[in-house]
């Protein structure tokens, strides 16, 4: 029996909207199975914000980009921290999904005024 190869893993915590809490978690989990990724580990943190945090596997890497940049355009998220690893890669890490940028940008010109 061959030895199974890694598979590309994202490590995820977002902070979820408390407006609608199930909404927004079932948003973000139904994305990431229309997008074919598969949960390894799953947890949340209630107090004192809601965090979710995910592990989440696919055959390949662009998979879960492409669920990072889903992300962006859907329900109220905030995306506290996002490790791809990708076994077959070894170039450095793409850029993180623009609403991270914008709320560094956005940290960065408070602090600045």
């Known amino acids: 029996m061959p030895a199974s190869r890694p598979l590309p ?3 995820l ?9 199930f909404s927004t978690m079932e948003w973000v989990l139904a994305n ?5 990724l598969a949960p390894q580990q799953l947890g949340f ?4 914000q809601a ?7 696919a055959d390949d890497a662009g998979l879960l980009w492409l669920f990072l940049r ?3 355009n859907g ?20 850029p993180a999904p623009r609403a991270a940028m914008r709320r560094d940008r956005a940290a960065e010109l408070m ?3």
Do not use: K, M, Y
């Open 51 to 57: 965090v979710l945090h995910a592990t989440l596997t």
């Open 45 to 48: 943190d209630a107090a004192p």
């Open 111 to 113: 602090l600045t005024a």
């Open 70 to 72: 889903r992300l962006d």
């Open 75 to 94: 329900f109220d998220v905030e995306l506290l921290v996002a490790d791809v690893e990708d076994p077959d890669d070894d170039t450095v890490a793409e």
């Open 9 to 11: 893993t994202l490590r």
């Open 13 to 21: 915590s977002l902070r979820l909207a408390p407006s609608d809490l």
């Open 32 to 36: 990431a199975r229309r997008t074919g």
